[in-house]
């Protein structure tokens, strides 16, 4: 815990869930709700993420953590924007991480719906579209954006269809390929070169 003393309701949910000792509490009057960390990976929530939610929304929000905690997903969005960074060239490679990250999410979520049920996620998902809501990067978290949407599609009308390529994105990252092979495949001659003896 950072900043302040853990309240008896949340040590409860944390016990329930069997978090007891993942949880870092930040004093901040932003709203946050996140999982971060590369070799023991932590979950950290804002004091006013906490006023803002009830006891169940509060509960489904560590349930969905947990499930990030559980596969290690800070460690696995920190390798692929690494290699989004590294080649971005590539816009192809932006529509991957983008997708894949939206799964991990409604994955998070049906996690949550199994240990507290469909109600409380679909509240607590309502909240934080009206919310000023501060995300971090390689964090992830119940409250990230760009993946609100699909994801209460996904509960709401069973539609998983969140997939979404860039054509341009595609035709960007193909001929960025060609060029790259074609750099890679044609002859280098040095002609013209004399070595004078001293």
Not at 8 to 15: G, V, Y
Not at 116 to 140: H, M, Q, R
Not at 149 to 164: G, M, S, T
């Amino acid at each position: 815990m950072l900043g302040k003393r853990l309240p008896n309701f949340l040590t409860k949910i944390l016990d329930e869930l069997n978090l007891s000792n993942e949880l870092f509490l930040v004093a901040d009057k932003k709203v946050f709700a996140y999982c971060l960390g590369i070799r023991k990976p932590k979950i950290y929530i804002s004091t006013e993420l906490v006023k803002k939610m009830t006891r169940k929304e509060l509960k489904v929000i560590l349930a969905h953590e947990k499930y990030h905690l559980k596969n290690r997903d800070p460690l696995i969005m920190l390798f692929v924007t690494t290699v989004q960074l590294l080649f971005p060239f590539f816009p192809f490679i932006s529509d991957l991480i983008r997708n894949y990250r939206i799964d991990r999410e409604i994955l998070a979520d049906k996690e949550a719906i199994k240990l507290v049920g469909v109600a409380p996620l679909i509240s607590t998902l309502k909240k934080l579209l009206n919310l000023e809501v501060t995300n971090f990067a390689f964090a992830v978290g119940v409250s990230e954006l760009d993946s609100l949407e699909p994801r209460i599609r996904a509960l709401v009308h069973k539609d998983l269809r969140f997939q979404k390529y860039q054509p341009i994105n595609i035709v960007i990252s193909l001929f960025s390929l060609f060029i790259i092979a074609s750099f890679l495949l044609i002859p280098v001659r040095a002609e013209g070169l004399t070595v004078c003896p001293n």
